[in-house]
Nanobody, 122 residues
Framework: QVQLVESGGGLVQAGGSLRLSCAAS????????MGWFRQAPGKGREFVAVISRSGGSTYYADSVKGRFTISRDNAKNTVYLQMNSLKPEDTAVYYC???????????????WGQGTQVTVSS
């Protein structure tokens, strides 16, 4: 089992920035690719970003490319999501995910965190 705990969500004005963190425990962190997904009210969970086990490869949803940056620190068992130039449409619950592969599909994810709310006001 892998336990994931997100932090760093909150309320921010449009154009602002937030940094999400996800601390992992339970198994070897570097055995897993790590990702971020989000779910807005009334919508399905969608892919945001994913990073490979070593951190050498990253992929982003088109909607966040150029604004969000995913990174990881394997020594601290933590993955981060730096979110800049935030827009009201980025408002959602953000979930950390761990998987054996670089998955962008929510149904394929092995482990989920509990989520952290991000609200962007206009």
């Amino acid at each position: 089992q892998v336990q994931l705990v997100e932090s760093g969500g909150g309320l921010v004005q449009a154009g602002g920035s937030l940094r999400l963190s996800c601390a992992a425990s339970g198994r070897t962190f570097s055995d897993y690719a790590m990702g971020w997904f989000r779910q807005a009210p009334g919508k399905g969970r969608e892919f945001v970003a994913v990073i490979s086990r070593s951190g050498g490869s990253t992929y982003y949803a088109d909607s966040v490319k150029g604004r969000f940056t995913i990174s990881r620190d394997n020594a601290k068992n933590t993955v981060y999501l730096q979110m800049n130039s935030l827009k009201p449409e980025d408002t959602a619950v953000y979930y950390c995910a761990a998987d054996s592969g670089l998955t962008t599909t929510p149904t394929s994810v092995d482990y989920w965190g509990q989520g952290t709310q991000v609200t962007v006001s206009s």
